[in-house]
């Protein structure tokens, strides 16, 4: 069980470990940090998911209305539209972890965007 201490220590972590990696970039070879801050990159993610199912921190209310898009529509295909409470919303998949090359996508991150007509 995390606090909210836990997820203060690993922002801070994060923003460090960010700079650092700044830093360190180069086009012409791979970051040496690129593992550290995955790793720190998950830890902020399984605290703050940790402290939101426990009712420590709030969802917010995009978090709230992808939940229920989710529900609503769990085999949605990448890019479609669907019409939930009179709003439009488009299914998106985001590549959230890549191979070392790059080239492709390991771990995929579903998102619901709002459609302003």
Do not use: C
Not at 23 to 32: E, I, K, Q, T, W
Not at 75 to 94: M, P
């Amino acid at each position: 069980m995390y606090t909210i201490e836990d997820l203060n220590n690993a922002n801070a972590e994060l923003e460090e470990v960010a700079k650092r990696w700044s830093a360190a970039y180069s086009v012409s070879r791979p970051n040496p940090l690129d593992a550290e801050a995955k790793v720190v990159a998950e830890r902020v993610r399984e605290i703050e998911e940790d402290l939101k199912r426990r009712g420590v921190l709030p969802y917010t209310d995009h978090e709230l209305i992808e939940e229920a898009l989710d529900a609503a529509f769990p085999h949605a295909q990448s890019r479609e539209v669907v019409l939930h409470n009179g709003k439009r919303y488009r299914r998106r998949f985001y590549p959230l972890e890549k191979s070392s090359t790059g080239k492709t996508v390991q771990t995929w991150r579903k998102a619901w965007e709002p459609l302003d007509d």
